[in-house]
């Protein structure tokens, strides 16, 4: 079963804007992170948040993290055209036997329009 | 060079002829996962393994069996294919860490199976 939400489900922009995407979650985790994946291709790793850490930076993305809140938001600044993927949050869950499993939200289609 | 491999890109099969994907890794990580991805779907994780320990999600269908033979290689069987099980079909490895839970994980560039 999923575990994240996000939102928007759907965002589209202008080349050079910044777009915000939301994640949120359900039980307790150790880390979250966020995927990129192109269309009818395998995921990419973007950038993974500690459970002790609130925000984090990576060239033109940033993520933050209130576990209070149980969400994160993945901001991208001056997008560009090849920005347009699918974003998808992933949280290490911790199941009841105490082995930990890597679950998808059900992300959010960005489109940067030129 | 490609890291985590899947074979085939493309699978057809015929509805109820047993198919299986397979999976390598070059990155010697114990843990690997298979996730199913339908269309403008987010990736369903289906089971994983933590070294040979094999951890099935409760909504896994018994017609998906896997097998991890060794560290490297990883196989998705479907034992009677449906036209509901044409999906992406995703690999994945990662690394665990003893503190602060896996770290990210890499995935193959998936193989995208057809029921007929």
């Known amino acids: 079963s999923q575990q994240g939400e996000e939102d928007p489900q759907a965002l589209s922009i202008q080349e050079g804007e910044n777009a915000t995407m939301n994640c949120s979650y359900k039980t307790s985790i150790n880390n979250l992170q966020w995927y990129r994946q192109n269309s009818g291709r395998g995921l990419v790793h973007l950038i993974l948040i500690r459970s002790n850490e609130r925000e984090k930076h990576s060239g033109r993305l940033r993520v933050t993290l209130d576990t209070s809140k149980k969400s994160s938001s993945l901001l991208i600044t001056a997008s560009r055209a090849a920005d347009t993927a699918s974003y998808f949050c992933?949280?290490?869950?911790?199941?009841?036997?105490?082995?930990?499993?890597?679950?998808f939200g059900k992300g959010t289609k960005l489109t940067v329009n030129p | 060079d490609a890291m985590v491999i899947q074979n085939p890109r493309y699978q057809v099969t015929q509805f109820g002829k047993p198919v299986t994907l397979s999976c390598s890794q070059t990155?010697?990580?114990?843990?690997m996962y298979w996730y199913q991805q339908k269309s403008s779907q987010a990736p369903k994780l289906l089971f994983h393994?933590?070294?040979?320990?094999?951890?099935n999600e409760a909504d896994t269908p018994d017609n998906f069996q896997s097998r991890r033979p060794n560290t490297s290689f990883c196989f998705l069987d479907i034992r009677s294919p449906g036209l509901g099980d044409a999906a992406m079909y995703l690999c994945a490895t990662s690394r665990d860490v003893t503190t602060g839970g896996r770290t990210e994980a890499f995935f193959g560039q998936g193989t995208r199976l057809t029921v007929v």
């Open positions: 990155l010697n990580h114990n843990v």
């Open positions: 992933a949280t290490v869950a911790i199941t009841q036997g105490g082995s930990e499993k890597l679950v």
């Open positions: 393994y933590y070294d040979k320990d094999f951890n």
